[in-house]
């Protein structure tokens, strides 16, 4: 029996999402995700556990803080003095996409500190258990950078060769992969990735082999398992308000006869959207003292992260922000908030199909107004998905 402890999207570093913020409350932010870092090694030293794994974007930035670099030190050294390997790889956080600039992780590897094994090629390394002795084979697959200078299939191709090649010569007990990569059906979760993934979905079937035991992956910060034996940890705290609602965790692995997998909850910092109609606001001659009185209503737990949407346009210009903010942090002791304006949500106009068109000419007016505001690369990445889930149809079909 192996225990393996399991997390990924520690994002050292990351700010506030444009919140108002200063110096003190970025400290207690960034806080939150050292002491949620410090509760994963605390659980992984209490339990014994065989092995950490961290899969990728350790830090938020490729050039990370001295800040963010002597906690993260300090937390894995406590880790290594217990005898617990650590299993790395490098997510795209943790470097650019040049060559000519090393991950700051591959430092910990360049003066031989004991049992940290960085992935930042993708390559395997056989372990054996200080608990079983059995033993365990780490395939890591650092994120793909090259990914965009490959059509689709080139891409599937290379990491699928690239799996079956690493499997090879099997002398382990267990085959484990750890990566920092997009399988499709995994749920992206956080508003800023739904803006900036532009990543190629590997299928699900690049990992569901039966000579691989369980797939640890980070990338997607939502918990979640895809397929059979493929996990995301998720993020160990929230990223931004597209995370809002979501329990974060990390996993306890136990490999034996069967696998058992077991999320375990963290302590988070609330986040809180509350919505006001534009109407609510400008019939009121005291535009703050009313602001006020629509957020008495809500229930806002203490040291919340706050965002205020008001449903449409040239409202804030007249609201007082040293008013609200004496309130949110006095009255409802808020740690940071954002006050924003939002476009009234439209509805999508009928579409006039007409009848002398194919289902591809359809689908291009459909798109076009659907994402209307969207970048023309997003809407060729939807039309691409659409036509290859009608060409599987087809094809069940004969």
């Known amino acids: 029996m192996i225990k393996l402890i399991h997390t990924a999207d520690l994002h050292l570093g990351i700010g506030l999402s444009d919140l108002y913020e200063t110096p003190q409350i970025v400290?207690?932010?960034?806080?939150?995700?050292?002491?949620?870092?410090k509760s994963i090694k605390d659980f992984a030293i209490s339990s014994n556990a065989d092995f950490l794994i961290l899969a990728g974007d350790i830090f938020h930035h490729p050039r990370p803080s001295s800040q963010a670099f002597n906690a993260f030190s300090q937390i894995i050294g406590e880790i290594l003095k217990e005898e617990i390997p650590i299993i790395a790889v490098l997510g795209n956080h943790d470097t650019t996409k040049t060559s000519e600039m090393l991950s700051y992780l591959r430092g910990f590897v360049n003066v031989n500190l004991k049992n940290f094994y960085l992935f930042d090629v993708a390559s395997k390394i056989l372990l054996r258990a200080k608990n079983s002795n059995e033993k365990v084979k780490f395939i890591g697959i650092p994120y793909p950078h090259f990914q965009s200078t490959l059509s689709y299939s080139d891409y599937v191709f290379k990491v699928e060769n690239k799996i079956n090649e690493l499997l090879q010569n099997d002398e382990a007990d267990y085959n484990v992969i750890v990566g920092h990569i997009y399988v499709e059906g995994g749920k992206i979760g956080s508003e800023q990735r739904i803006a900036s993934l532009r990543d190629y979905p590997l299928p699900k079937s690049?990992?569901?082999?039966?000579?691989?035991h369980i797939t640890c992956l980070g990338h997607l910060h939502t918990p979640q398992k895809v397929g059979n034996k493929i996990f995301y940890s998720g993020s160990i705290e929230r990223i931004d308000f597209g995370e809002e609602g979501e329990e974060k965790s990390f996993l306890e692995i136990v490999?034996?006869?069967?696998?058992?997998?077991?999320?375990?909850?963290?302590?988070?910092?609330?986040?809180?959207?509350?919505?006001i109609k534009k109407e609510e606001l400008v019939n009121n001659l005291n535009i703050n003292a009313t602001l006020q009185n629509i957020l008495e209503k809500y229930n806002v737990e203490e040291g919340s992260l706050l965002?205020?949407?008001i449903k449409g346009s040239d409202i804030i210009r007249n609201i007082s922000m040293n008013q609200i903010e004496k309130y949110l942090y006095d009255k409802k002791k808020v740690l940071a908030f954002k006050l924003e304006e939002i476009k009234e949500e439209e509805s999508l106009e009928e579409i006039n199909i007409n009848t002398k068109w194919n289902f591809k000419e359809a689908l291009d007016e459909y798109l076009k107004l659907r994402y209307r505001n969207e970048?023309?690369?997003?809407i060729n990445k939807v039309k691409f998905y659409v036509e290859k889930i009608m060409e599987e149809v087809k094809l069940n079909e004969n």
């Open 375 to 378: 970048n023309p690369e997003v």
């Open 27 to 37: 400290q207690q932010r960034f806080n939150d995700f050292v002491e949620n870092l």
């Open 206 to 212: 690049v990992f569901e082999r039966e000579n691989v």
């Open 307 to 309: 965002r205020i949407r």
């Open 255 to 275: 490999l034996g006869d069967k696998i058992h997998v077991t999320n375990v909850k963290l302590k988070l910092r609330p986040m809180k959207t509350i919505y």
